[in-house]
T-cell receptor, first 114, second 113 residues
Framework: DAMVIQNPRYQVTQFGKPVTLSCSQT?????MYWYQQKSSQAPKLLFH???????NEADTPDNFQSRRPNTSFCFLDIRSPGLGDAAMYLC?????????????FGPGTRLTVL | GNSVTQMEGPVTLSEEAFLTINCTYT??????LFWYVQYPGEGLQLLLK?????DKGSNKGFEATYRKETTSFHLEKGSVQVSDSAVYFC????????????FGAGTTVTVRA
């Protein structure tokens, strides 16, 4: 089945130690998104890619970076995690021009910062 | 700009009860409307969708009708089960805009046996 995969499902890091979360998709969608979600709140969009074009949200901290080496993969880098960065990180994809423009979400990575 | 206002929770129900979660929206263009469900510890799953006025989305016994005159997309299920316990998010995507999703705050639903 076509899907969005996130690894790892659970990640523990130390305060200030860089961490990378990964996302891959077999849907061949050209748009990929990264969200941060805290405590069953609504997901907050951090940034997204239209193909290779990177679009950062205005209020996304500089501590968060992203890479998309090809259509299938996208990475979220947190350069110096703080305690406030502990959250669920969700990756999603969509196909530009699709009728509904629905987004397909991965299972998420739960990040713990010690 | 676009926004979604969703009924606040938490909502606690008994099995076989009727569930309604209200959702209203504001959009500058012609939005598609969605309900996503998030089970504990999981990502978001699309529950149902509608793209134009009077469309009814349905899935797993849940229904929602796109009401343009009241700018609403209320979620309903006639008989809930314990397995329906989850957080429900109403969302819109404005196809004349930037294709981002605008989410409501989410409603936590707990169904007791």
């Amino acid at each position: 089945d076509a899907m969005v995969i996130q690894n790892p499902r659970y990640q523990v890091t130390q305060f200030g130690k860089p961490v990378t979360l990964s996302c891959s998709q077999t849907l061949n969608h050209n748009v990929m998104y990264w969200y941060q979600q805290k405590s069953s709140q609504a997901p907050k969009l951090l940034f997204h890619y239209y193909d290779k074009d990177f679009n950062n949200e205005a209020d996304t901290p500089d501590n968060f970076q992203s890479r998309r080496p090809n259509t299938s993969f996208c990475f979220l880098d947190i350069r110096s995690p703080g305690l406030g960065d502990a959250a669920m990180y969700l990756c999603a994809t969509s196909m530009e021009g699709a009728t509904f423009n629905e987004q397909f979400f991965g299972p998420g990575t739960r990040l713990t910062v010690l | 700009g676009n926004s979604v206002t969703q009924m606040e929770g938490p909502v606690t129900l008994s099995e076989e009860a009727f569930l309604t979660i209200n959702c209203t929206y504001t959009a500058t263009g012609y939005p598609s409307l969605f309900w996503y469900v998030q089970y504990p510890g999981e990502g978001l799953q699309l529950l149902l969708k509608a793209t134009k006025a009077d469309d009814k989305g349905s899935n797993k016994g849940f229904e929602a009708t796109y009401r343009k005159e009241t700018t609403s997309f209320h979620l309903e299920k006639g008989s809930v089960q314990v397995s329906d316990s989850a957080v429900y998010f109403c969302a819109l995507s404005d196809l004349s805009g930037d294709y981002k999703l605008s989410f409501g705050a989410g409603t936590t639903v707990t169904v007791r046996a």
